[in-house]
């Protein structure tokens, strides 16, 4: 029997429908549990960009280029490595598109949404490594609130379990997508119980954010090194995971395609975090007003800029400069930026002219002057005197010039 009345009660069950008609409009769970996930990472992200010092609201900024490039990406990985789907006999093109339908791969959407977050870092000034360690957390908790769109559309399932969290997985009809089909007004069943491995991997990628925040904490994790945790996290747990999934998929010498990406990049992720070193950055403002200092001290990304609607917008600047921790936590306390290191300065030249220029000078014998004589001029020197005082005027200003422009 294939109905639901045969299936034990100690079982977790899985929804009928993933898709309701708002009128003419249709409201998919998948494109929920995405569009929620996302709302989740950019939380994370822009809590995590404003305590390293990035102005309010970066994050929206961030995520209009990151989003639309990471669902490209995720449904390029997925056409890629599932290409008879869509190509060749009896594949359908079209569906290509159809991302409502399911097929987004991670593989893509972190590589297409990489690439989305780095134009926007340069365009507002931030440096890459500092929004990929901001986003560290975020992003698992945003892919364990996207499984659940999984879920609903009953896929990506397991093999065959006895255990009492066993998933009921419905049979969905081809004909009317994001439909069970039903059979004497009951939905059809698969039969038994099946590993709900999009139920692991959630609860994985909750662990891995838990992780990164915490190691992040401890170590003060930076350049990108946050970020390359969360992938060695997230692809250990996706290793296993594939092992355990039935979904066809394409394989390579026996193995699932996913499973060679997730060693791959694991070992990728690994080399990174063991070679680079560096301390945690932070960032002040560049090409724009300080932000105020809170009334009592506190922490800047605690200022509230309701009150000033019209000059909100005018305290983001244009670009940011990375400093040390205790440079950025004196910013904190008194909104004063730090001074900006100078370069190595050459020694000061003499206001006066250079010693190379003596022997064009009349001696004191030669213009009849004696040892204590004033360095005046001689009555045959008065015609030639205004030029030479003119032409010492101007090495005493070009030297006295240079160090003016140094003390600014």
Known sequence: MTLASTIPLAALPSPTTAVWQLGPVPIRAYALCIILGIVVACVVT?????????????VLDIAVW???TGIIGARIYHVITSPEKYFGDGGEPLKAFAIWEGGLGIWGAVAGG???AWIAARQLGIPFAVVADALAPGLP????????GNWFNNELYGGRTTLPWGLEVHRMDPANPGHAQTADGQPVLLPGLY???FLYEALWN?????????????????RGRAFALYVMGYTAGRFWIELVRIDDANTILGLRVNVWTAALVFLGALIY???VRGPREYLVPVGGPAIPAPAGGGDLSQVDLSEREAGARAVVPEGYRVVGEAEFRRYQETGELPPVAEPEEQPDQPAGPAAEDQPERPSGAESGEGPDQPAGPAAGEQAEQ?????????????AGGRRTDRDS
Request: net charge positive.
């Open 46 to 58: 822009e809590y995590r960009l404003r305590r390293r010092g990035v102005a309010p609201g970066a």
């Open 66 to 68: 990151a989003v639309p």
């Open 141 to 148: 908790l945003a892919q364990a609130v996207g499984r659940l």
């Open 114 to 116: 990489a690439l989305g």
């Open 195 to 197: 590993h709900p491995t």
């Open 273 to 275: 975090f063991l070679r």
């Open 386 to 398: 205004p030029a030479a005082t003119e032409a010492d005027d101007e090495r005493a200003g070009a």
């Open 206 to 222: 909750v662990g891995v954010a838990a992780l990164v925040i915490a190691l992040d904490r401890r170590f003060k994790l930076g």
